[in-house]
């Protein structure tokens, strides 16, 4: 069974970097048939997609945040990891790793990490 | 605001049948992209629920069904129980400057 882990600081101050690893058990991050991915939900709020990844490293990411977001990946660890730079209070969320099964438009979150909080704050 | 719209709450006593809508445009499931439900209890990661518009996962009761028609999508819940009480999500994919992968606002679903 795949499962997957989200690590990384649970604070992180304005105006820095967030980072994140998300760890795959029970599978390969190196799947020809699956993409990987973060979304995040702000407290009380709805899901969010951030960007997703390929094996290969294409990544996509969600255009309200590309300009301060990167996704990438460490096949010899089987892990991916997300950089959110310039954080503000507006980025506290909790931030979800996740599989996406099938191909591009088709593809659905079908596993999902149990989520990490991330509070920006000084 | 949501490419995809929801209604904020809906509700329904047990044993009821309820419906939960998800409108979006022709660049999202107007365009064809399946929409796929995600269930949400507090505290816990998203569940897919149902994906390519109709499909349950194993182990996802049939009291639950998916349907799409033109730009909009619907998650129906029948024989309501207690235990359905939770946020839906719908999600599907835009190719607008939108983004990629584009979710509902949310719906709260309160069992009476």
């Known amino acids: 069974q795949l499962q997957l882990q989200e690590s990384g600081p649970g604070l992180v101050k304005p105006s820095e970097t967030l980072s994140l690893t998300c760890t795959v058990f029970g599978g390969s991050i190196s799947s020809t048939s699956h993409y990987w991915g973060w979304v995040r939900q702000p407290p009380g709020k709805g899901l969010e997609w951030i960007g997703s990844?390929?094996?290969?490293?294409?990544?996509d990411y969600n255009p309200s945040l590309k300009s301060r977001v990167s996704i990438s990946v460490d096949t010899s660890k089987n892990q991916f990891s997300l950089k959110v730079r310039s954080v503000t209070a507006a980025d506290t969320a909790v931030y979800y790793c996740?599989?996406?099964?099938?191909?591009?438009?088709?593809?659905?979150?079908?596993?999902w990490g149990q989520g990490v909080m991330v509070t920006v704050s000084s | 605001q949501s490419v995809l719209t929801q209604p904020p709450s809906v509700s329904g006593a047990p044993g009821q049948r309820v419906t939960i809508s998800c409108t979006g445009s022709?660049?999202?499931?107007?365009?064809?992209?399946?929409v796929h439900w995600y269930q949400q209890f507090p505290g816990t990661a998203p569940k897919l629920l149902i994906y390519?518009?109709?499909n349950r996962p194993s182990g996802v009761p049939d009291r639950f069904s998916g349907s799409r028609s033109g730009t909009s999508a619907s998650l129906a819940i029948s024989g309501l129980q207690a235990e359905d009480e939770a946020d839906y999500y719908c999600q599907s994919y835009d190719y607008s400057l939108s983004g990629f992968w584009v979710f509902g606002g949310g719906t709260k679903l309160t069992v009476l």
């Open positions: 022709g660049s999202n499931i107007g365009a064809g992209y399946p």
């Open positions: 996740a599989r996406l099964s099938g191909t591009d438009g088709d593809a659905a979150f079908d596993i």
């Open positions: 990844m390929f094996y290969t490293g294409r990544t």
């Open positions: 390519d518009n109709s």
